[in-house]
């Protein structure tokens, strides 16, 4: 078993793309996470961030690494990432969204 996440280290950053914005209409809102994270640490980790809102559910996706040109031509690949979209009860919101 590895270690335990912390809550304050699952959530990396909010992401902030046309379709996050629009996901933000919908009262979703979406977050680059740790890989390891799975929905219920996810869960936990914004109701613990964000005091006051409800999470309803949580949808995750593995985005696979781009491949990069390094030195010499040779082709290295970036690190696969996960992201989540968090959708929150009705009514609730998240102010770091908000005016973007």
């Known amino acids: ?6 809550s ?3 959530v990396i950053r909010p992401m902030i793309t046309e379709k996050a914005t629009r996901l933000g209409g919908e009262n979703k809102y979406m977050f680059e996470v740790r890989r390891e994270a799975n929905k219920t640490q996810i869960k936990d980790a914004v109701e613990k961030g964000f005091p006051g809102v409800k999470v309803i559910d949580v949808n995750v996706m593995v985005m696979k690494g781009k491949p990069r040109r ?8 970036r690190p ?15 102010e770091l969204f908000e005016g973007v």
């Open 80 to 94: 696969d990432w996960k992201k989540a979209v968090v959708s929150l009860a009705p009514g609730d919101k998240i």
């Open 70 to 77: 390094a030195r010499g031509n040779r082709i290295k690949h």
């Open 1 to 6: 078993m590895g270690r335990e996440l912390h």
């Open 8 to 10: 304050l280290d699952i």
